[in-house]
């Protein structure tokens, strides 16, 4: 999710709770991530996880859960390109 698009915050709460309370989806973890922190504006990971929901989540190091507890986790990271490259292919 953009974390620097304020306006689509509210579309994307609805539509992460959708998923969340889909049955068929009852046991899959869920990683939630938070792109284009560097952004101007963007939110924080604790903005973030206010605007979208998610105040307790399971924990980024090993958990062991017990049954009917479904992982899920929040990520906040960017994508920075150094170099720019290209393939000849001829």
């Given at each position: 999710m953009d974390a620097a698009d304020l306006e689509r915050l509210t579309e994307a709460k609805v539509e992460l709770s959708k998923l969340l309370t889909m049955e068929d989806l009852a046991d899959v973890p869920f990683l939630v991530l938070g792109n284009k922190i560097?952004?101007?504006g963007a939110l924080s990971e604790e903005e973030f996880r206010e605007a979208m929901g998610l105040w307790q989540t399971?924990?980024?190091?090993?958990?062991?859960?017990?049954?009917?507890?479904?992982?899920i986790e929040?990520?906040?990271?960017?994508?920075y390109f150094s170099r720019l490259f290209t393939v000849d292919l001829c």
């Open positions: 560097d952004a101007e399971t924990g980024k190091a090993e958990v062991h859960l017990t049954e009917r507890i479904r992982p929040v990520f906040m990271w960017y994508v």
